[in-house]
C-alpha cells in the first residue's frame, strides 16, 4: 500500500491536477472504511455501484476546500470531471 501511495504522489501532474489525483485515495480509503462499517452494523453486502459514487461525491467535496477552485462547481467534479481536467 505505502508503495502505491508514493507512486500516486509522484506523478508528474500539473498543480490543479496534483490536488485531485491527491484527494482521490483518500475518498477511496474513507468511502471503503465507511462502507465496511456500514455494511458490519446493518448486516447488508456493499452496493459496488454506490461505492463507486459515493468515491466521485467524496472527492468532488473535498477538492473544492482547496485554494483556486472557486471556479468549479461539485456539479463539475461529478459530470463533468474528464472535460474538467483536461480544461487544466
Do not use: H
Not at 472527492?59 to 483536461?86: C, H, Q
Amino acid at each position: 500500500m505505502i508503495n502505491l501511495l508514493q507512486w500516486w504522489k509522484n506523478q508528474n501532474l500539473k498543480p490543479k491536477q496534483k490536488i485531485i489525483w491527491y484527494c482521490i485515495p483518500l475518498a477511496v480509503m474513507w468511502t471503503i472504511w465507511n462502507q465496511r462499517n456500514t455494511c458490519v452494523v446493518e448486516k447488508s453486502e456493499p452496493n459496488w455501484v454506490e461505492v463507486q459514487e459515493l468515491i466521485k461525491f467524496g472527492a468532488a467535496f473535498w477538492v473544492p476546500t482547496k485554494k483556486g477552485w472557486n471556479d468549479y462547481s461539485m456539479e463539475d467534479f461529478i459530470f463533468r470531471l474528464k472535460s474538467m481536467v483536461k480544461s487544466l
